[in-house]
């Protein structure tokens, strides 16, 4: 158990629609990333907070955005959903947010768009 | 273009046969690379971090090198329970680049 949490496990909606992802960090950890991995794509990396604030940005699409809040939890919403948005999203947390410090993962969040 | 390739994609090892995983990266301003492996359906587990050419760590059966431009994870009398994907991720100032993976398999 890596101690980073991610709710719901399983998320089945339609196109179309909107959805939020939630991850708390380890305790003690500032940073939070998001991550999306699909079959044909790998791990992609999507965005980094640090401490409330975005830190670095990846491949990100309009459509999906992301915040973290004061107690350092971080949703990431995913809007007007297409059938290629369906795969796992990862959260991950560290420790600082830039400094090569390692990240530990959440189990996942299984996005499938119908 | 900062990129992150990995080999081979698949491997497939008898139960005490050693071998190596690659990962290759151009990528500026490294801050650091990382080594994780995954499980099917779960999340990546960190293994090690190399910060510079020549350092080395070793856990287990397991020992990750780095140079200039390529890391090596070797994989010292696997034992089935090492098969998984194991991944190689570069992070950079502003950026993580993860490379597609290595798919182990240890055959008993």
């Known amino acids: 158990d890596s101690g980073v949490t991610q709710t719901p496990k399983h998320l089945i909606t339609a196109t179309g629609q909107r959805v939020t992802l939630r991850c708390s960090p380890r305790s003690g950890d500032l940073s939070v990333y998001w991550y999306q991995q699909s079959l044909d794509q790998g791990l992609q990396f999507l965005i980094q907070?640090?401490?409330?604030?975005?830190?670095a940005k990846g491949n990100i699409l309009e459509r999906f955005s992301a915040q973290q809040f004061p107690d350092l939890h971080s949703e990431l919403n995913l809007s007007s959903l297409e059938l290629g948005d369906s795969a796992l999203y990862f959260c991950?947390?560290?420790?600082?947010?830039?400094?090569?410090?390692?990240?530990?993962f959440g189990p996942g969040t299984r996005l499938t768009v119908l | 273009e900062d990129q992150v390739t990995q080999s081979p994609e698949a491997l497939r090892l008898q139960e005490g046969e050693s071998s190596s995983l690659n990962c290759s990266y151009t990528v500026s301003g490294l801050r650091g690379l990382f080594w994780y492996r995954q499980d099917p359906g779960k999340g990546p587990e960190f293994l090690f971090t190399l910060y510079s050419a020549g350092e080395e760590k070793e856990k287990e059966r397991l020992k990750a090198t780095l140079t200039k431009k390529e890391s090596f994870l070797h994989i010292t009398a696997p034992k089935p329970e090492d098969s998984a994907t194991y991944l190689c991720a570069v992070q950079a100032y502003d950026k993580v680049i993860f490379g597609p993976g290595t798919s182990l398999s240890v055959i008993p």
């Open positions: 907070y640090y401490n409330g604030e975005e830190r």
């Open positions: 991950a947390s560290s420790v600082e947010g830039g400094h090569g410090n390692e990240q530990f």
